[in-house]
């Protein structure tokens, strides 16, 4: 069953754009936070970005001032606006949802960001 479904990763160069989008089964209730993760090889993931329903927001010091988390409640989605990509940035990213009325974590398949130099 999949609960979480992303897109919008894929291969670009450095400096330039992504968007990824994640967007919520209906049958996941009350879903307070959504976020971002990625992850090493050999490394605990690490949070990228995330999101409360009151667009309270928390980002890696990583990418401050490059990548942009916003969420649209109604359509359970959340989306990364990642600008100025750099190698370094290149990841398996995960979608993430904290769910209040299982208190569960959610998490996506992960889409692959390759930035190119």
């Known amino acids: 069953q999949v609960q979480l479904v992303e897109s919008g990763g894929g291969l670009v160069q450095a400096g330039g754009s992504l968007r990824l989008s994640c967007t919520a089964s209906?049958?996941?209730?009350?879903?307070?936070?959504m976020g971002w993760y990625r992850q090493a090889p050999g490394k605990q993931r690490e949070l990228v970005a995330a999101?409360?329903?009151?667009?309270?927001?928390n980002y890696a010091e990583s990418v401050k001032g490059r990548f942009t988390i916003s969420r649209d409640n109604a359509k359970n989605t959340v989306f990364l606006q990642m600008d100025s990509l750099k190698p370094e940035d290149t990841r398996v990213y995960y979608c993430?949802?904290?769910?209040?009325?299982?208190?569960?974590?959610?998490w996506g398949q992960g889409t692959q960001v390759t930035v190119s130099s």
């Open positions: 209906r049958n996941i209730f009350s879903i307070n936070a």
């Open positions: 999101i409360t329903r009151d667009s309270s927001v």
């Open positions: 993430n949802a904290h769910s209040s009325g299982d208190n569960r974590e959610y």
